[in-house]
T-cell receptor, first 115, second 114 residues
Framework: GAGVSQSPRYKVAKRGQDVALRCDPISGHVSLFWYQQALGQGPEFLTY????????KSGLPSDRFFAERPEGSVSTLKIQRTQQEDSAVYLC?????????????FGPGTRLTVL | QKEVEQNSGPLSVPEGAIASLNCTYSDRVSQSFFWYRQYSGKSPELIMS????GDKEDGRFTAQLNKASQYVSLLIRDSQPSDSATYLCAVKYAGGTSYGKLTFGQGTILTVHP
């Protein structure tokens, strides 16, 4: 079956521009996570959705970051007024539920470069 | 101090040798432990999960967990050049608002040379 897909795969933005990153999770997966991965680092948690409810946004670095999943499937991560420090790979992951044993499956990521 | 610590490497081993990757984690209510492999420019791929103390084997991979020492490791036997990648240790902490999110170490770069 289809895995997690993300688009665009690459995005170049000028500082100050707004960007929107899309994630299509595996069909039927209740849980959806966004992570940010800086070069040479492990992924860091940004936010979590259970269906359409955003239950944890503790990892969002500033109020310029906003995420939504209005119908409980596709999710969008929006970054307003991008800054150079936002340059990173943004990974989306989904799992069937959020139990301790559920596997998270990662999408290919969106590499964001802010000039 | 980060919650999950790994030696960033690079770790270089000859083909056919055993590669040993280590990870320590902070003392919280941690329940589940995962090893992900990430090839350059690709997304993380789960290779092993372990939930209780002891060893868990899957093919050439063995995960070892010691909760008393807050230590989890991954052994790769008969290493192949195709095993060259970054290996990420991840922990799921239980309780509160953890909701199954993964806390990752910075990753260990493994190079297997012919």
């Amino acid at each position: 079956g289809a895995g997690v897909s993300q688009s665009p795969r690459y995005k170049v933005a000028k500082r100050g521009q707004d960007v929107a990153l899309r994630c299509d999770p595996i069909s039927g997966h209740v849980s959806l996570f966004w992570y940010q991965q800086a070069l040479g680092q492990g992924p860091e948690f940004l936010t979590y959705f259970q269906n359409e409810a955003q239950l944890d946004k503790s990892g969002l670095p500033s109020d310029r970051f906003f995420a939504e999943r209005p119908e409980g499937s596709v999710s969008t991560l929006k970054i307003q007024r991008t800054q150079q420090e936002d340059s990173a790979v943004y990974l989306c992951a989904s799992s069937l539920r959020d139990s301790q044993t559920d596997t998270q499956y990662f999408g290919p990521g969106t590499r964001l470069t802010v000039l | 101090q980060k919650e999950v610590e790994q030696n960033s490497g690079p770790l270089s081993v000859p083909e056919g040798a055993i590669a040993s990757l280590n990870c320590t984690y902070s003392d919280r209510v941690s329940q589940s432990f995962f090893w992900y492999r990430q090839y350059s420019g690709k997304s993380p791929e789960l290779i092993m999960s372990i939930y209780s103390n002891g060893d868990k084997e899957d093919g050439r991979f063995t995960a070892q967990l010691n909760k008393a020492s807050q230590y989890v490791s991954l052994l790769i036997r008969d290493s192949q050049p195709s095993d060259s990648a970054t290996y990420l240790c991840a922990v799921k902490y239980a309780g509160g608002t953890s909701y199954g999110k993964l806390t990752f170490g910075q990753g260990t770069i493994l190079t297997v040379h012919p």
